[in-house]
């Protein structure tokens, strides 16, 4: 079946150093979401790509989507204690329903 | 937030027994959709619903069912807990099935020993 891998699995940071996190989907995804998951909380949407080779910001992040439409990658500038939490991707299969969420990728920044 | 809430929030029963989680939501979203989420696994879909009384299998459906009488609430079931169950379970709803923002339960721990 499809997979949606993210790399790295763990990533600890001191505070004010970048962040980027890697999302590759072993198929063609319609569109990718991204996802903040606080320690003990649920999920939260951050944002939604849907065009080949589209970049969004807010604030210090930034979204890109890949050409192909099969990778991802979120990148934080200048991290803070709040950006604590599992980032996840997601996205439905290019047919059909099916909604497939990445493997996260849990970051802690050290203050 | 969305009004998402599901009951129970934590829960231990034993291998064998039937369980039934709900899944409630007040933003009268068409979708909605049961994950469970697991180390190293990130979340997977359980089951989802496109509307009152139509679901389809997702990618870990084995074992679970679901039922949706009610556009406010979604049921999933264990038919019998296996210790493989235990999880956290997420529900969450949308209005627009894969192309929009998924709103989050606050999930509900189950514990199968």
């Known amino acids: 079946g499809q997979q949606v891998m993210q790399i790295p699995q763990y990533q600890h940071v001191q505070e004010g150093e970048d962040f980027t996190t890697y999302c590759n989907s072993s198929?063609?995804?319609?569109?990718i979401q991204w996802y903040k998951q606080r320690p003990g909380g649920h999920p939260v949407f951050l944002i939604q790509l849907v065009k080949s080779g589209e970049v969004k910001k807010q604030k210090r992040l930034t979204f890109q989507f890949g050409e192909a439409k099969k990778n991802s990658s979120l990148h934080i500038t200048a991290t803070q204690t709040t950006d604590v939490g599992t980032y996840f991707c997601a996205g439905p299969e290019n047919t059909g329903n099916q909604f497939y969420f990445g493997t996260g990728t849990s970051l802690t920044v050290i203050p | 937030d969305a009004g998402i809430t599901q009951s129970p929030r934590h829960k231990v029963t034993e291998t064998g027994t039937p369980v039934t989680l709900r899944c409630h939501q007040t933003?009268?979203?068409?979708?909605m959709y049961w994950y469970r989420q697991d180390p190293g696994h990130g979340l997977r879909l359980i089951h989802y619903?496109?509307?009152?009384?139509?679901?389809d299998k997702g990618e870990v459906s084995d074992g679970y069912s679901v039922s949706r009488s009610k556009t406010e609430d979604f049921l999933l079931t264990l038919e019998s807990a296996t210790s493989s169950q235990t999880s956290v379970y997420f529900c969450a709803s949308n209005d627009r099935d894969s192309a929009g923002e998924q709103y989050f339960g606050p999930g509900t721990r189950l514990t199968v020993t």
């Open positions: 619903s496109y509307g009152v009384k139509d679901t």
């Open positions: 198929t063609t995804l319609s569109n």
């Open positions: 933003e009268n979203h068409r979708y």
